[in-house]
Structure formats: C-alpha cells, structure tokens
C-alpha cells in the first residue's frame, strides 16, 4: 500500500525548492542525519507511490536548523 500523490500535503514532488541562482539561500545552516534499518513491510505503507525502497530498509531522518534563510 502506497499515499496517493494527492495525499501528500506540503511535499513538492515536482517543484524546486530554491530560487535559480545566483541566491544567498542560507547562513549557518546545521544538518543533522540519523541513518536506521526498519522493516522493509513498514516503510511500503508510508512511502508515496512515486517512491521506490530498496530492499535492505535502510533509512534516514533528517534535521535542519536554519538560523536565517533568504526565502
């Protein structure tokens, strides 16, 4: 089971996220990656259909802290 494109809310699937350059997108931008294995089964019923998994379950969740941003 996958999430209908149309499901998704606040994902740009087909859209860029920055402005064409040249652009001062950021400043001190911190990134942290945590890097998991989950169950391949699990991540089939989250994943949006135009989404493919690989078949290990590797994952990982992002995090960004962006003390100033131009957009």
């Known amino acids: 089971m ?7 809310i606040g994902m740009p699937a087909y859209s ?6 040249p652009a001062l997108l950021s400043r001190h931008a911190k990134f942290h990656f945590v890097y998991f294995h989950a169950d391949p089964l699990a991540i ?6 135009c ?3 690989i078949d ?3 994952c990982v969740a ?7 941003s131009a957009n």
Request: negative net charge; hydrophobic residues 40%; charged residues 15%.
């Open 2 to 8: 996958t999430i209908p494109l149309n499901e998704i």
């Open 16 to 21: 860029r996220y920055y402005p064409m350059p």
């Open 44 to 49: 089939d019923r989250i994943l949006p259909e």
């Open 51 to 53: 989404v493919t998994q």
């Open 56 to 58: 290990q379950g590797i």
């Open 62 to 68: 992002i995090g960004i802290s962006i003390p100033w």
